[in-house]
T-cell receptor
Framework: GENVEQHPSTLSVQEGDSAVIKCTYS??????FPWYKQELGKGPQLIID?????GEKKDQRIAVTLNKTAKHFSLHITETQPEDSAVYFC????????????FGKGTMLLVSP | DTAVSQTPKYLVTQMGNDKSIKCEQN?????MYWYKQDSKKFLKIMFS???????INETVPNRFSPKSPDKAHLNLHINSLELGDSAVYFC?????????????FGEGSRLTVL
């Protein structure tokens, strides 16, 4: 089955800095890579996703890059703000498909004012 | 209007008791899930139902029994609770079971077994 490794487990940055979270996956058949943000006391919420037919996707201050050959993908947050503080999860699956979405172990991002 | 709502939000109980968590989604989705999040924040799928039919049943003790009376509801009953069952349980839904789109999560039910 799929295995998703996520690094780092914690990340502290100053407000205005950039933050990068990296994930690797094991199953070369995986083609859908979403990122979820979980704020304290809430459920995870999708913030951006990328499919294997593109190498990069951007939405305002967040961007995701995908390297299919190396089987890794990254989340980039620019101009971080205190409200970006949360746990971020990467995930991978085959889409369309009936296998489960496999999550990484999460990165706790702390943005200090 | 909350899209995926689960109750109760907090549950504190003694070992050996039986408890239930309820979940409802008003998104018209076909597929619902139960995830367990442990103290290290690791999210693990437990069950998935598509239109009231069980489609995913990961390696979960049979003390856990999900029930889906209709496609908008998925409940989780846990018998003979153990200390290791302490976790946050998340209900989620998606439009289909085919991994084609977003998972919508509820706010979680924190279970503490004493």
């Amino acid at each position: 089955g799929e295995n998703v490794e996520q690094h780092p487990s914690t990340l502290s940055v100053q407000e205005g800095d950039s933050a990068v979270i990296k994930c690797t996956y094991s199953d070369s058949a995986s083609n859908y890579f979403p990122w979820y943000k979980q704020e304290l006391g809430k459920g995870p919420q999708l913030i951006i996703d990328i499919r294997s037919n593109v190498g990069e996707k951007k939405d305002q201050r967040i961007a995701v890059t995908l390297n299919k050959t190396a089987k890794h993908f990254s989340l980039h947050i620019t101009e971080t703000q205190p409200e970006d503080s949360a746990v971020y999860f990467c995930a991978a699956s085959i889409s369309p498909g009936y296998s489960t979405l496999t999550f990484g172990k999460g990165t706790m991002l702390l943005v200090s004012p | 209007d909350t899209a995926v709502s689960q109750t109760p939000k907090y549950l504190v109980t003694q070992m050996g008791n039986d408890k239930s968590i309820k979940c409802e989604q008003n998104l018209g989705h076909d597929t619902m899930y139960w995830y367990k999040q442990d103290s290290k924040k690791f999210l693990k799928i437990m069950f998935s139902y598509n239109n009231k039919e069980l489609i995913i049943n990961e390696t979960v003790p049979n003390r856990f029994s999900p029930k889906s009376p209709d496609k908008a509801h998925l409940n989780l009953h846990i018998n003979s609770l153990e200390l290791g069952d302490s976790a946050v349980y998340f209900c989620a839904s998606s439009r289909t079971s085919a991994n084609t789109g977003e998972l919508f999560f509820g706010e979680g039910s924190r279970l503490t077994v004493l």
